[in-house]
């Protein structure tokens, strides 16, 4: 099951900025924190990931808390294509990705 | 366009019929998943391979199920006598796995199946 919470939905205004949070608060030491996205009727798509440090990449920033037992995605100015399910995801020893519902975005023009 | 590849993109099949998926990683990605998504839930992990061996199974993956990655290429993903709850999107994904790093996996579009 996916150890990490995060609201169902959220909107946006495009060129705006977005804030999408994420709870981790049993998150272990070691556990680095990862955000893939999913647009409509594609595959999801890497966005980020980080372990203790805010990272910053072309596609959005991190920013973690200093407990780790939280973190949010922040996209600097959304656009309409942006619009997506976004899953926050705790990535340890294991390979696999444990994807829970996410948070599904809009962003209105 | 040289990202992971899946095929058929959509496949429609009456209960009871096998079905056979093929997905086509990035070629050097030593590392081959596969995923199953319902409507409205994330994906959900059924198998895994590291070059042709196939190291994790998900308790998703009944036996009906098989997957196979002959020498370490592409996929397969086998779906014998299909059931209606079998109707969902098929992903696949390959990563490029190096000891303590963290990967990134890749994903195709998917293989849609509709059970009737």
């Known amino acids: 099951d996916a150890k990490t919470t995060q609201p169902n939905s959220m909107e946006s205004n495009e060129e705006e900025p977005v804030h999408l949070p994420c709870n981790h608060s049993t998150i272990s030491g070691t556990d680095y924190i990862h955000w893939y996205r999913q647009l409509p009727s594609q595959g999801p798509e890497y966005v980020i990931h980080g372990l203790t440090s805010n990272v910053n990449n072309r596609m959005a920033s991190l920013a973690i808390a200093e407990d780790r037992k939280s973190s949010t995605l922040i996209l600097h100015r959304a656009t309409l294509r942006d619009a997506a399910v976004y899953y926050c995801m705790e990535r340890g020893g294991y390979n696999k990705l444990i994807f829970g519902a996410g948070t599904r975005l809009a962003v209105h023009p | 366009d040289t990202g992971v590849s899946q095929n058929p993109r959509h496949k429609i099949t009456k209960r009871g019929q096998n079905v056979t998926f093929r997905c086509d990683p990035i070629s050097e990605h030593n590392r081959l998943y596969w995923y199953r998504q319902t409507l409205g839930q994330g994906p959900e992990f059924l198998t895994y391979?590291?070059?042709?061996?196939?190291?994790?199974k998900s308790r998703l993956l009944s036996d009906r199920f098989s997957a196979e990655r002959p020498k370490g290429s592409f996929s397969t993903l086998e779906i014998q006598r299909t059931e209606q709850g079998d109707s969902a999107m098929y992903l696949c994904?390959?990563?490029?796995?190096?000891?303590?790093?963290?990967?990134?996996?890749?994903f195709g579009p998917g293989t849609r199946l509709l059970v009737l």
């Open positions: 994904a390959s990563s490029l796995g190096q000891p303590g790093r963290q990967e990134t996996q890749y």
């Open positions: 391979f590291q070059n042709e061996a196939q190291l994790e």
